[in-house]
């Protein structure tokens, strides 16, 4: 009888545990890669079940996270700023609780614990189903850190919670971690080694996605070229996979059609396309779906020979070159863009005219530049010397960006007088009369509203542009819708 009473007891309490926690609000915000963008959305889904509501107003939170990048050292100086104003709002909200998530976490470990006094969890990318158990540690007061990588996990079997969506687009991501161990990279460190997903949950959650309105989708992955599912497993145990694994093993091409014919009128992207590990087959089938979105993020970080093999970049400027060369046959009119780092250790003038003429031969429609950063740990930071000065850096920089605008603008002036399709996203930020959608090649495109919604496939006739945005009119819905 005294069991009974006490389990009853007990059953009261975690009712009353139930709804203290079904009043918890939690503020996530995401840095860096699209990826961490994803995960929030993971971390938000696990933490939904523990009674968590998510909040865009941080003064509301009881739970503060914040996803984390470690890519340069710049995005971590900017995420330990944020953490001194949450401190500031701690002073007067003292049961406000901090984790911290994702590339920061998993580098700097329980390190962040002692360097960042408002910080009272500490959690990996690998490391989000075990949330509810952590949330508990330090709802009794104690510090929570779990920054163990998995071999397996892809988080296929959570229903992420689209956050701070406009409805429309999604992102779906596809492998986690990345083998290839480029030197200047903290990535393969942070997130651990590549696996793939299974295709049927990708398949599932897109569908998911259409039924609920959504009309495009972005395939994510670090190294998008390199998915391979056999079943589960590392990448580079393939080769221990059965004969059966192997033939019916989906490659990444396989994946591409297999989205593609699923959901025939949901446009697909993807990033990040790697040049050593992209196929033909994949280019081939880019052109083979309507669907399949004509742009390619394709980095090459260097245009100098001597530099990407410094990089373990395991291709040449040639092979690069090849690619464009076979892509733009395939697909004439693909949209191709650029990841560039100024300032690789021992980089010379002569190496930095290598990227500049590269790029004058590929003239991409757009791209990400950045001055080389030194991580910590990387091959680069422990075998090569930091020694390009930053000022000559920075000035190779703006020459590297300079030449992208003039590139960017050839690219968007070859638009001008044709009819483009474009999926409205949002409304223009400039102009609330005007909507903001894509190309196909990932091209802005901005034009005035008249009566078309967000979500339309619209027909544009571009008039004008920029060397960033498309400037044009609607001319009527296009098939697709
Ligand atoms: N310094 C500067 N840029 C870097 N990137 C990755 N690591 C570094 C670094 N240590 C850039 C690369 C990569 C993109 C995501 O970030 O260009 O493609
Ligand atoms: Fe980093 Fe290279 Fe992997 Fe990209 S491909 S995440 S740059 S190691």
Request: with cysteine; aromatic share 6%.
């Amino acid at each position: 009888m005294e069991k009974l009473i006490d389990e009853s007891v007990q059953g009261a309490a975690l009712l009353l545990d139930k709804s203290i926690k079904n009043s918890r609000k939690l503020y996530i915000e995401s840095y860096g890669c699209q990826m961490n963008f994803s995960d929030s959305e993971i971390v938000a889904s696990i933490l939904a079940s523990e009674g968590f509501n998510t909040t865009d107003r941080l003064e509301e939170a009881d739970l503060v996270l914040v996803n984390t990048c470690s890519i340069r050292e710049k995005a971590e100086l900017n995420v330990r700023k944020r953490l001194e104003k949450f401190n500031a709002i701690k002073k007067n909200k003292p049961h406000l609780k901090v984790g911290v998530l994702g590339c920061m976490a998993e580098r700097l470990k329980s390190q962040l614990l002692e360097e960042e006094k408002i910080v009272d969890m500490v959690v990996g990318p690998d490391a989000y189903k075990d949330l509810p158990n952590l949330v508990r540690e330090i709802d009794a007061g104690r510090n929570a850190v779990n920054v163990l990588l998995s071999k397996e996990e892809t988080y296929g079997d959570i229903a992420p919670i689209r956050l701070h969506s406009n409805g429309v687009t999604a992102f779906v991501s596809i492998t986690r971690g990345c083998d290839n161990m480029c030197t200047f990279c903290v990535v393969p460190f942070t997130r651990g080694r590549e696996r793939s997903r299974d295709p049927q949950s990708i398949v599932q959650e897109v569908k998911e996605l259409w039924n609920k309105g959504f009309k495009e989708v972005t395939l994510l992955g670090q190294n998008v070229d390199s998915y391979l599912w056999y079943g589960g497993g590392l990448k580079k145990d393939f080769d221990k996979a059965t004969e059966i694994q192997k033939v019916t093993a989906v490659d990444f091409s396989d994946l591409l059609s297999l989205v593609a014919e699923a959901l025939p009128k949901m446009r697909i992207r993807f990033s990040t396309s790697n040049p050593q590990d992209m196929t033909l087959k994949v280019v081939h089938t880019m052109a083979a779906y309507r669907n399949i979105c004509n742009h390619i993020h394709l980095p090459v970080q260097s245009g100098s020979d001597r530099i990407l093999k410094a990089m373990n970049r395991l291709h040449t400027r040639v092979e690069y070159m090849t690619l464009i060369e076979n892509i733009r046959n395939i697909i004439p009119n693909c949209g191709i863009s650029q990841d560039i780092i100024a300032g690789f250790p021992t980089e010379t003038e002569e190496d930095h005219q290598d990227t500049l003429s590269l790029m004058d031969h590929v003239k991409y429609d757009f791209g990400f530049m950045f001055t080389y950063s030194e991580r910590p740990g990387t091959m680069a930071a422990r075998k090569l010397e930091d020694d390009v000065p930053e000022a000559v850096k920075k000035r190779r920089l703006e020459e590297i960006i300079a030449l992208q605008r003039r590139h960017s603008l050839y690219r968007t002036k070859k638009y001008l007088g044709k009819i483009e399709e474009v999926l409205i996203e949002n409304s223009s930020k400039k102009s609330d009369a005007q909507w903001m959608g894509r190309t196909s090649a990932n091209t802005v495109v901005v034009f005035p509203k008249e009566g078309y919604v967000i979500g339309d496939f619209v027909n544009v006739k571009i008039m004008d542009c920029t060397s960033a945005t498309l400037l044009g009119n609607a001319v009527g819905l296009s098939e697709n819708n």
